[in-house]
Antibody, heavy 120, light 106 residues
């Protein structure tokens, strides 16, 4: 069974840092590009960052560039998002999602998300 | 690349034919996906590459378009289809979503 389980969310003050993790199982993690998508309360989906299967390509949304860092550990089937200089508008449910680039598909499986709240 | 969906909200009845439009600020070829999200649920991939239906998705859903203009059509709206729909481009060095279209019961 495919599983993506996010963790690491919580309440943090503006300017603070958090590190999100996404544990993958049930599929060949190293064959998939991985992605972070967030959704602020009552708002739409916002793509945050993507990393290719072998770390060759890394992309960020302009809204997080220079503050967030995506990484992965293919040996441990883990995806990470290091978030620094957090702001109130970073408050959201953060999802990790996979994409099998070879097939040209979208994000075909999503975790249930971890909530990040940035507030003083 | 910016993605613009229209309308933002759509009121329709069961059995109606529904069309949602997604426009890209520049050509994305056919690298477009459509998702369905229900309240409190995880987004579900419906269509990839503008028109390829994902396994298990009912055939009443279809996608078309290329370049900068795309459509998602539901041929006969069913009670389970009331949800918010998002387009997403994955052509460039970003994976931008549209702002969403909420399909409501009329």
């Amino acid at each position: 069974e495919v599983q993506l389980v996010e963790s690491g969310g919580g309440l943090v003050k503006p300017g603070g840092s958090l590190r999100l993790s996404c544990a993958a199982s049930g599929f060949t993690f190293s064959s998939y590009s991985m992605n972070w998508v967030r959704q602020a309360p009552g708002k739409g989906l916002e793509w945050v960052s993507s990393i290719s299967s072998t770390n060759e390509y890394i992309y960020y949304a302009d809204s997080v560039k220079g503050r967030f860092t995506i990484s992965r550990d293919n040996a441990k089937n883990l995806l990470f998002l290091q978030m620094n200089s957090l702001r109130a508008d970073d408050t959201a449910l953060y999802y990790c999602a996979r994409r099998f680039v070879v097939q040209g598909r979208g994000f075909d499986f999503w975790g249930r998300g971890t909530l990040v709240t940035v507030s003083s | 690349i910016q993605m613009t969906q229209s309308p933002s909200t759509l009121s329709a009845s069961v059995g109606d034919r529904v069309t949602i439009t997604c426009r890209a600020s520049q050509s994305i070829s056919g690298w477009l996906a459509w998702y369905q999200q229900k309240p409190g649920k995880v987004p579900k991939l419906l269509i990839s590459k503008a028109s390829t239906l994902e396994s298990g998705v009912p055939s009443r859903f279809s996608g078309s378009g290329s370049g900068t203009e795309f459509t998602l059509t539901i041929s006969s709206l069913q009670p389970d289809d009331f949800a918010t729909y998002y387009c997403q481009q994955y052509n460039s060095n970003s994976r931008t979503f549209g702002q969403g279209t909420k399909v409501e019961i009329k």
